[in-house]
């Protein structure tokens, strides 16, 4: 007589045991520390960030933006209450938002990005560098609206930014006046 099959492979077992033991380890950590961890993994939150960039994608603005000449290699198309949706689901951090605003090629990730900077953690001189690589209107416009504008040296970053050429840093500057006024 044959040895009946057992109704759990040795694989699932396995699984299980790692899944539980993954499991213990979050209930002992803190948030702050499940950020910190390895399970704050940037590369797959960048993968992730794509896929939903890929998901609300639109051709027809992307053509649009595209012929308007915009001068990103890759334009997804989303609009800003979409990117607005995707930055409630991400957590505010340095890291991330810094390798979405380094992600120049991409529009999307640029704009993101604007959502993600932790306010706390940006002094002027990275305030400063941030504004001075916008590359196009609606960049420094969303940057200043986003992030600028709540900074404390605020004011001081604008007169800074705005030299009164036709750089898009100094439109940034100028941005950040306007947002400031409406404040």
Known sequence: MATPR????RSF????????????FREK???????NSVFMNIDNE???IKHDFM???NGIVADTLR???MPYNIIFGLQLPQISEISRTRPKDLRLAETLWNDSGVRESRLLACYLFPISEI???KAFELATSVQTAEEADILSFRLLKYLPFASVLADR???????????????????????
Do not use: V
């Open 6 to 9: 057992p109704y759990f492979s």
């Open 29 to 35: 950590c803190s948030p702050a520390d499940y950020n």
């Open 46 to 48: 960048i993968k992730t």
């Open 161 to 183: 930014l705005d030299t009164g050429d036709n750089t898009p840093a100094s439109y940034c500057g100028k941005a950040l006046r306007r947002n400031l006024e409406s404040r």
């Open 123 to 125: 002094d002027e001189d």
């Open 13 to 24: 077992f396995i699984f299980l045991s790692f899944f539980l033991i993954l499991h213990a």
């Open 67 to 69: 012929k308007a000449g």
């Open 55 to 57: 998901a609300f994608r």
